[in-house]
């Protein structure tokens, strides 16, 4: 088993909605307001409308749920699902969440993303498994998606 690159992606985030404590934990939504994705074999715009559907448990990690449209250069619509983790050290994440620059490399942020789309052009994307690397910045998130091979 090996990765390949697929395509790299900012999405752009409006600010977060705050739920507060329920009952699996403290409820998040962060709305997507759009982005690029940049890749050999996928590339175009993020389409506003989706979002982030958080849970930060009680151990800290946030529980990551994200939805949105990509809309490709030649005018393909792709649906993707993409859930994961993100966590580390309490200080790190306090920065994070107070919008600073903060390096990767001291986090963990992995996803696993889905696709579906009803386009021939790209429907080898509904037969595959990817997993992506992420990075949070403030008001946006960007992630490196790999096809599993």
């Known amino acids: 088993m090996n990765l390949q690159p697929l395509f790299r992606a900012e999405i752009t985030l409006a600010a977060a909605q705050e739920l507060g404590e329920a009952p699996h934990g403290r409820r998040r939504i962060i709305p997507i307001t759009g982005g690029r994705v940049s890749g050999e074999r996928v590339s175009g715009r993020v389409l506003p409308g989706g979002a982030d559907w958080q849970v930060v448990r009680a151990d800290g990690v946030a529980e990551l ?6 809309e490709t250069a030649d005018g393909a619509l792709i649906y993707v699902a993409n859930r994961g983790v993100r966590h580390g050290p309490a200080e790190v994440i306090r920065r994070l969440a107070a919008g600073e620059p ?15 789309t009803g386009d021939a052009r790209y429907g080898w994307l509904n037969r595959m498994v990817c997993v992506a690397t992420g990075a949070r910045r403030a008001a946006a998130v960007e992630l490196e998606v790999f096809e599993v091979k």
């Open 102 to 116: 903060v390096d990767p490399a001291l986090y963990y942020m992995r996803t696993t993303p889905w696709f579906e």
């Open 65 to 70: 749920d994200a939805r949105y449209t990509i």
